[in-house]
């Protein structure tokens, strides 16, 4: 038998951003006017655009979190709609508590169909008259960022405020951001106080940047197997808080990133005599979705690692924790 090392493309092209994508859906149902370019074909925004133009009163969104996160609060709001939303026997088991309870303290009426603070879910859609309301930060930037998506939809705004440390705050932010863009005003996150007002908006369109966590899969490649590889459709400022890969993979495993801003791609470079690190120690807190690639890569180079800030990866579509835990340890890890 003979093992060959395998050679990817030089260049090559990624789907939009699912993070992204997603956002842009509820608020292209919500507000209209929005044109969205570039958009996700991943299983999860498929999920999401097959909901929302659903006319069934039972919506099954499967394994995908972002869909019930982001739906739940959807239809809250949608007058004299009655849904049933479930998915997956996993989803059943991802707490959902946080966001309804805000959404209850907005006025809405969201029903427990089985286990108390978990999906299915049976929400009767009305317009909600309050515009404050508490959330706790420290569980899913996923609550929050449905409760912005909506809040601009409601007659006097909403002011949320957010409780505790703050999770995967860039998810948070890059949600600010095209609230901001569709609104031309400026919404941010000032001391853990979010003010969205009534928002009316224009026609705009939106090209999605490609996915920088599917990126992550071919910094891993570079370092690995020290080939050079261009990939399309990345900016230098952008919205996603897995861009951090390119801080991480430059420190820890020697590949420089290059941006062309011209050609809105990105090229992977890797550093000549680098020599890699004797310990690897981080805290993804702000982008837990690439931890698993940067701990595969640092087992398949020998490092060791401690890497922190990982808590919402034990409440995916699977216990990622314990997955990522099993798998190395059939490496030897």
Same mark, same amino acid.
């Given at each position: 038998?003979?093992?060959?090392?395998?050679?990817?493309?030089?260049?090559?092209?990624?789907?939009?951003?699912?993070?992204?994508?997603?956002?842009?859906?509820?608020?292209?149902?919500?507000?209209?006017?929005?044109?969205?370019?570039?958009?996700?074909?991943?299983?999860?925004?498929?999920?999401?655009?097959?909901?929302?133009?659903?006319?069934?009163?039972?919506?099954?969104?499967?394994?995908?979190?972002?869909?019930?996160?982001?739906?739940?609060?959807?239809?809250?709001? *949608?007058?004299?709609?009655?849904? !049933? %939303?479930? #998915?997956?026997?996993?989803?059943?088991?991802?707490? @959902? =508590?946080? +966001?309804? $309870?805000?959404?209850?303290?907005?006025?809405?009426?969201?029903?427990?169909?089985?286990?108390?603070?978990?999906?299915?879910?049976?929400?009767?859609?009305?317009?909600?008259?309050?515009?404050?309301?508490?959330?706790?930060?420290?569980?899913?930037? *996923?609550?929050?960022?449905?409760? !912005? %998506?909506? #809040?601009?939809?409601?007659?006097?705004?909403?002011? @949320? =405020?957010? +409780?505790? $440390?703050?999770?995967?705050?860039?998810?948070?932010?890059?949600?600010?951001?095209?609230?901001?863009?569709?609104?031309?005003?400026?919404?941010?996150?000032?001391?853990?106080?979010?003010?969205?007002?009534?928002?009316?908006?224009?026609?705009?369109?939106?090209?999605?940047?490609?996915?920088?966590?599917?990126?992550?899969?071919?910094?891993?490649?570079?370092?690995?197997?020290?080939?050079?590889?261009?990939?399309?459709?990345?900016?230098?400022?952008?919205?996603?808080?897995?861009?951090?890969?390119?801080?991480?993979?430059?420190?820890?495993?020697?590949?420089?990133?290059?941006?062309?801003?011209?050609?809105?791609?990105?090229?992977?470079?890797?550093?000549?005599?680098?020599?890699?690190?004797?310990?690897?120690?981080?805290?993804?807190?702000?982008?837990?979705?690439?931890?698993?690639?940067?701990?595969?890569?640092?087992?398949?180079?020998?490092?060791?690692?401690?890497?922190?800030?990982?808590?919402?990866?034990?409440?995916?579509?699977?216990?990622?924790?314990?997955?990522?835990?099993?798998?190395?340890?059939?490496?030897?890890?």
């Amino acid at each position: 038998m003979k093992l060959f090392r395998p050679v990817l493309p030089n260049e090559i092209r990624i789907t939009g951003s699912k993070s992204e994508s997603n956002r842009l859906l509820i608020l292209q149902k919500l507000f209209g006017n929005i044109e969205i370019k570039n958009i996700s074909n991943s299983q999860d925004t498929n999920l999401l655009q097959k909901a929302l133009n659903s006319d069934e009163k039972i919506i099954d969104i499967h394994h995908a979190g972002t869909a019930m996160r982001f739906l739940t609060s959807f239809f809250a709001v *949608q007058e004299d709609a009655e849904k !049933i %939303l479930t #998915g997956s026997e996993r989803m059943k088991q991802r707490p @959902i =508590k946080p +966001l309804v $309870e805000a959404l209850r303290e907005l006025g809405a009426d969201i029903e427990y169909l089985e286990k108390e603070g978990f999906p299915p879910l049976k929400i009767k859609g009305k317009k909600l008259e309050k515009n404050f309301v508490e959330i706790p930060a420290d569980i899913s930037s *996923q609550f929050i960022t449905s409760l !912005i %998506l909506v #809040g601009g939809k409601l007659k006097n705004g909403l002011t @949320i =405020k957010l +409780l505790g $440390e703050i999770t995967s705050k860039p998810y948070i932010e890059m949600t600010l951001k095209l609230l901001s863009e569709i609104s031309g005003k400026s919404i941010i996150l000032k001391d853990k106080t979010i003010q969205i007002p009534n928002i009316k908006t224009q026609k705009i369109a939106f090209t999605v940047e490609s996915d920088w966590s599917s990126a992550s899969y071919f910094y891993s490649f570079s370092a690995l197997n020290r080939q050079k590889i261009t990939l399309k459709n990345f900016n230098k400022n952008s919205l996603q808080g897995d861009s951090r890969i390119t801080e991480i993979y430059s420190q820890f495993f020697g590949i420089d990133t290059i941006f062309n801003e011209n050609q809105q791609e990105i090229t992977l470079i890797p550093k000549n005599n680098f020599s890699l690190p004797q310990f690897i120690q981080l805290n993804m807190n702000d982008c837990p979705d690439i931890a698993q690639t940067v701990c595969v890569t640092a087992a398949a180079l020998k490092i060791p690692f401690e890497i922190g800030g990982l808590a919402t990866l034990k409440i995916k579509e699977t216990d990622r924790l314990s997955a990522l835990q099993n798998e190395l340890k059939k490496i030897g890890c």
